[in-house]
């Protein structure tokens, strides 16, 4: 039981589910966009914005409620096999779902400049610049091998930053215990109708649409 308590807490944080009475389980849905599909150009294609947010985020999210549906049958039969058989699925969609939840705030139409204020200080700390943590994070992010993700994230315990890669969509606080700050989707439906095989163009690239003012908020709610 404390498995489930933990899958459910940790997935269905981020995401309210609407409209559903109380007592019943609650959906997941596609968080709207908080800019149009165009809005990232020319960093980011409105084709690939478009297919990326309505078509591979909703898949996660879709696939979640389905492996959640099954997770509530398996538990209230009391079939331990069947709750374990299902993780996977759990750890491939309801991560889909949380780096792409975070991975969307994480850019803003034209940038929001470099990091400021707490962000910046903590940055010179840890990495000597944010030139420094930039350069660090696109050549931990271009090496992923095959479909993953680079992330700058929090850890609690040492109260620093910390750089990571996770593999296909393995979520980063569930599989590292780092709080996400700002991610790099590196898998090609992110990058390749515009970059083609050239991942690192855009890996650095992404930089040009940080909203460092998502990620400092992040930070601070990390370190309350
Ligand atoms: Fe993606």
């Known amino acids: 039981m404390s498995l489930l308590r933990v899958v459910g807490s940790s997935v269905g944080r981020l995401v309210p589910a609407a409209g559903l009475s109380a007592g019943c389980r609650q959906a ?3 968080p709207d966009l908080p800019y149009d599909y165009g809005a990232l150009e020319p960093v980011i294609s409105a084709e690939i914005m478009q297919l990326h947010h ?3 985020h909703q898949t996660y999210v879709n696939n979640l409620n389905v492996a959640e549906e099954k997770l509530a049958e398996a538990v209230a039969k009391k079939d331990v096999s069947g709750v374990i058989a299902l993780q996977p699925a759990l750890r491939f969609n309801g991560g889909g779902h949380l780096n792409h939840s975070i991975f969307w705030q994480n850019m803003c ?3 929001s400049g470099e990091p400021e204020g707490a962000l910046l200080a903590a940055v010179e700390r840890d990495f000597g610049s944010v030139a420094a943590m930039k350069q660090r994070l696109s050549a931990a992010t271009v090496a992923v091998q095959g479909s993953g993700w680079g992330w700058l994230g929090f850890n609690r315990e040492s109260g620093r930053l910390q750089l990571a890669t996770c593999a296909n969509q393995d979520p980063l606080e ?11 989707d590196v898998w090609e439906h992110a990058y390749y109708l515009q970059y083609k095989n050239v991942r690192p163009d855009y890996v650095n690239a992404i ?7 998502d990620v400092a908020a992040r930070l601070a709610a990390a370190q309350k």
């Open 28 to 30: 997941h849905t596609l």
């Open 54 to 56: 309505s078509k591979h």
């Open 109 to 111: 139409p034209g940038g």
């Open 174 to 184: 569930a599989t590292t215990g780092l709080v996400p700050l700002f991610g790099i």
């Open 207 to 213: 930089y040009k649409v940080a909203n460092w003012a």
